[in-house]
């Protein structure tokens, strides 16, 4: 007779996706940030790893963009610059838009980066968009002290409109990660999303109001100049850090009502794709 006591096993567990349409559960990413700081900071190294200049190239890639556009719009064009010089008039614009650039590139590859691992082990897929978005992050930090150097050098002093700083930003952040999440889990199904985010880019950039005011834009049209979620954020960067000409109302509410929408379809159609992202990545 066989008195040995069988062996305890450990508790299965079974992951389901949720039926039908639904947010991802940030309750569950909350309970992971662990795992998120930890991506963050392997990109952050692996970003500015062997190189000479480390995180100088956060600061040189608007820097250099900012010295061509100031020699092709400010001295050819004579684009107008809200009565700023036109050097820190064009670096306050890019700094928003490098972030969101840098973030969106980012963040479309990142799936298909992660593949080795979204393969092997469970974890909220939505973290490894926002780690890449997160690095973005971290560089803006790096190029702003860049800004604040160029405010002191151009005799330009805080206000109290700097209080708003955190909600243009916050806004650009959102933006970023509302189209981060579209074109992650568009690119995980079709590969070729990412060689049009290249020329996205660029055309996002010349609708943006980086190289030149949008005052150039009609009143009567600026609302609609505000369907471009950055349109808002940037003049309100300008506006809140250096005096510029506060960003009509109408054009700052189309704006952030369309990142409120794409940010809320983003993560319906993410959290979608997520049920079956390993088997198609």
Excluded at 130 to 140: P, R, T
Excluded at 228 to 239: D, I, K, S, T, Y
Aim: glycine share 6%.
């Amino acid at each position: 007779m066989n008195d040995a006591v069988p062996a305890h096993r450990p508790p299965s567990i079974r992951i389901e996706p949720a039926a039908g349409l639904s947010f991802p559960d940030l309750g569950e990413v909350w309970r992971h940030r662990e795992l998120l700081q930890f991506l963050v900071w392997r990109d952050v190294k692996v970003r500015y790893k062997q190189t000479v200049l480390g995180a100088g190239w956060a600061v040189l890639q608007p820097l250099l963009t900012m010295i061509v556009f100031t020699v092709v719009f400010g001295r050819l064009a004579k684009v107008p610059s809200d009565g700023l010089p036109y050097p820190i008039f064009a670096f306050a614009g890019l700094l928003p838009w490098q972030m969101f650039a840098f973030a969106l590139t980012e963040s479309t590859n990142s799936l298909v980066a992660s593949q080795a691992v979204i393969t092997k082990v469970y974890f909220p897929r939505l973290i490894v968009p926002l780690a890449s978005i997160a690095v973005a992050v971290v560089d803006f930090a790096v190029a702003f002290t860049v800004l604040v150097a160029m405010m002191a050098w151009y005799g330009v002093g805080l206000r109290p409109a700097v209080a708003f700083l955190p909600l243009f930003l916050g806004l650009t952040i959102l933006t970023a990660i509302a189209a981060g999440l579209w074109l992650s889990a568009l690119n995980a199904r079709y590969r070729d999303v990412r060689y049009a985010v290249p020329f996205l880019t660029q055309i996002w950039l010349f609708l943006s109001p980086i190289a030149y005011p949008a005052s150039l834009v009609p009143e009567r049209f600026r609302w609609l100049y505000g369907l471009n979620p950055l349109a808002g954020p940037v003049e309100g960067f300008r506006w809140a850090l250096l005096g510029s000409p506060a960003p009509q109302p109408a054009m700052m509410a189309v704006s952030a009502s369309v990142v409120i929408g794409l940010l809320a379809a983003g993560l319906v159609y993410f959290r979608k794709t997520e049920r079956t992202i390993a088997d198609v990545i």
